[in-house]
């Protein structure tokens, strides 16, 4: 029994210690198309927080269509990653900005993804 609770506890801190800070907002299933796919990768700089707005659609660009879902994917698997926030726009919307804001003196490596119905 002694050996089941520490392999438990064992997986349970490796589980806890490696995840992302992935988000989805909306409705993302198998029929939903990609209207536009951004990966974002930026640098660290040291004792420095970075901001960058992923904003849909590009400048010159029109969208006639409604966006039923977002996707914030994160490549960093320790914890270290960006946090997404949804500004403005987004399901519902034809336009959308999502917010990636890095941790201090960390990078940015995520993906944003929308879609449509």
């Known amino acids: ?42 640098y660290p700089r040291n004792g420095q927080m970075i901001s960058y707005d992923s904003v849909f659609p590009k400048n010159g660009q029109i969208n006639n ?11 960093f698997s320790n914890k270290t990653g960006a946090n997404p926030a949804l500004w403005s726009g987004g399901p519902g919307f034809k336009f959308s900005t999502i917010n990636l804001k890095s941790q201090l003196s960390r990078g940015i490596n995520s993906t944003v993804e929308i879609y449509a119905k």
Do not use: Q, W
């Open 1 to 42: 029994m002694k050996t089941f609770c520490v392999a438990f506890v064992l997986v349970a801190l490796f589980a806890v210690g490696t995840y992302s800070y992935n988000a989805t907002y909306g409705n993302v299933n198998n029929y939903s198309a990609i209207l536009s796919r951004e990966r974002v990768v930026l």
């Open 65 to 75: 269509k409604i966006i039923s879902g977002i996707r914030v994917i994160d490549h």
